[in-house]
């Protein structure tokens, strides 16, 4: 039994990781296809049918490409950036719920690659290490134009990670768990967050744009002021690891969305379907069934607002550093501290008379 439970888990474990690189790869692809459908052109269309080999396409020529180390950089430390980037960014799927459980030989293992109760602090843990692999990219690289992109995401990854934090702090009161798991359960038969949390979904989406230096909070890597940020001296598959750990982050932060906000595996009538599924294909298929139909719910969206991200990068042009900074100190924190103390009243006042009203 413990042998079964163990090999499920291992498998789930590499599905989950080799899913989400699938998903960062064919991201790229699917940005300049984005790209291409609002600036009315096509896109990349010849490699592959539909230009779906481009990603391949794109990998190949990194690999191939000359690996350079400036002569005056840190060899080890400009070598551990990028990776460090790389491995931050795939960390953070291990404990996100992807659906619910799977049956085999009578064992009921949950499609989650880590099941824990503190999950939520777990990738509050390993995004916040994150930013130390632009900061020892920048630095490592010994060029002027790198540290100041790397200065400015160490910055900015601070001041937005608190408002994402407090915004956070409200969903946490309101499931009373730190569990991913936990939380998506009580989101169950339609009963999302976003329908209590609007204004703290709003702060944690713009906080997930800065985290994720997406446009328009994408001051690290700004080419008009920074010839190429933080990643300036980086070249071959190196700089492939840091556009590559942009889009798993792009993908996690989706994910997590979709589980705070949007009930993850959840979805409207999903209680029938699993009634129907099971009467009419037995208890354990019809089961195993309703969970990839779940799974397949829970990836829908994320993948919507992985094109919300690339809508927006081709939508709004990028901040002044000053006024990224006014909108996460002098607006996000403030309201988000203020959607904590709506939040608490909420629950102390609003919760026992619906209570009350329902019973």
Same mark, same amino acid.
């Given at each position: 039994?413990? #042998?079964?439970?163990? @090999?499920?888990? %291992?498998?789930?474990?590499?599905?989950?990781?080799?899913?989400?690189?699938?998903?960062?790869?064919?991201?790229?692809?699917?940005?300049?296809?984005?790209?291409?459908?609002?600036?009315?052109?096509?896109?990349?269309?010849?490699?592959?049918?539909?230009?779906? #080999?481009?990603?391949? &396409?794109?990998?190949?020529?990194?690999?191939?490409?000359?690996?350079?180390?400036?002569?005056?950089?840190?060899?080890?430390?400009?070598?551990? =950036?990028?990776?460090?980037?790389?491995?931050?960014?795939?960390?953070?799927?291990? *404990?996100?719920?992807?659906?619910?459980?799977?049956?085999?030989?009578?064992?009921?293992?949950?499609?989650?690659?880590?099941?824990?109760?503190?999950?939520?602090?777990?990738?509050?843990?390993?995004? &916040? !290490?994150?930013?130390?692999? @632009? /900061?020892?990219? =920048?630095?490592?690289?010994?060029?002027?134009?790198? !540290?100041?992109?790397a200065i400015r995401a160490a910055s900015q990854n601070i001041s937005y990670e608190i408002a994402m934090g407090l915004s956070l702090i409200a969903v946490l009161m309101m499931s009373?768990?730190?569990?991913?798991?936990?939380?998506?359960?009580?989101?169950? =038969?339609?009963?999302?967050?976003?329908?209590?949390?609007?204004?703290?979904?709003?702060?944690?989406?713009?906080?997930?744009?800065?985290?994720?230096?997406?446009?328009?909070?994408? !001051?690290?890597?700004?080419?008009?002021?920074?010839?190429?940020?933080?990643?300036?001296?980086?070249?071959?598959?190196?700089?492939?690891?840091?556009?590559?750990?942009?889009?798993?982050?792009?993908?996690?932060? %989706?994910?997590?969305?979709?589980?705070?906000?949007?009930? =993850?595996?959840?979805?409207?009538?999903?209680?029938?379907?699993?009634?129907?599924?099971? %009467?009419?294909?037995?208890?354990?298929?019809?089961?195993?069934? &309703?969970?990839?139909?779940?799974?397949?719910?829970?990836?829908?969206?994320?993948?919507?607002?992985?094109?919300?991200? /690339?809508? *927006?990068?081709?939508?709004?042009?990028?901040?002044?550093?000053?006024?990224? /900074?006014?909108?996460?100190?002098?607006?996000?924190?403030?309201?988000?501290?203020?959607?904590?103390?709506?939040?608490?009243?909420?629950?102390?006042? #609003?919760?026992?008379?619906?209570?009350?009203?329902?019973?």
């Amino acid at each position: 039994m413990e #042998l079964t439970v163990f @090999i499920i888990k %291992s498998i789930t474990i590499l599905v989950v990781f080799a899913l989400t690189l699938v998903i960062a790869m064919y991201s790229t692809w699917g940005e300049r296809k984005v790209a291409g459908f609002i600036q009315d052109r096509e896109g990349p269309n010849r490699a592959g049918w539909g230009g779906l #080999l481009q990603p391949l &396409a794109d990998a190949g020529k990194m690999f191939f490409k000359e690996d350079f180390i400036p002569a005056m950089a840190s060899k080890w430390l400009f070598i551990a =950036g990028p990776s460090l980037a790389m491995l931050t960014a795939l960390l953070a799927s291990a *404990v996100i719920p992807f659906g619910s459980t799977v049956r085999f030989n009578g064992v009921e293992v949950p499609l989650q690659g880590v099941e824990s109760n503190i999950g939520i602090l777990y990738v509050f843990g390993v995004v &916040a !290490l994150g930013v130390y692999g @632009i /900061m020892v990219g =920048g630095w490592a690289s010994n060029n002027k134009f790198s !540290l100041l992109g790397a200065i400015r995401a160490a910055s900015q990854n601070i001041s937005y990670e608190i408002a994402m934090g407090l915004s956070l702090i409200a969903v946490l009161m309101m499931s009373s768990s730190l569990s991913l798991g936990e939380i998506v359960s009580q989101q169950h =038969g339609g009963n999302w967050n976003i329908f209590y949390q609007p204004l703290g979904f709003i702060i944690f989406l713009t906080c997930s744009f800065a985290e994720c230096n997406r446009v328009p909070f994408d !001051l690290p890597e700004c080419e008009t002021e920074l010839v190429g940020g933080y990643h300036t001296e980086y070249g071959s598959m190196k700089l492939g690891f840091y556009l590559f750990a942009e889009y798993i982050n792009m993908f996690i932060s %989706s994910a997590i969305i979709s589980t705070l906000y949007f009930g =993850g595996y959840n979805y409207p009538g999903m209680d029938w379907v699993y009634t129907q599924l099971t %009467s009419a294909l037995g208890t354990g298929m019809g089961h195993n069934i &309703a969970t990839l139909i779940g799974t397949a719910v829970f990836f829908g969206k994320a993948i919507f607002f992985i094109f919300f991200y /690339m809508w *927006v990068r081709w939508t709004i042009p990028r901040f002044r550093y000053d006024q990224l /900074m006014n909108l996460g100190w002098k607006k996000l924190i403030p309201l988000a501290v203020i959607n904590i103390i709506l939040t608490a009243a909420g629950i102390l006042f #609003l919760r026992p008379l619906i209570d009350q009203i329902l019973n």
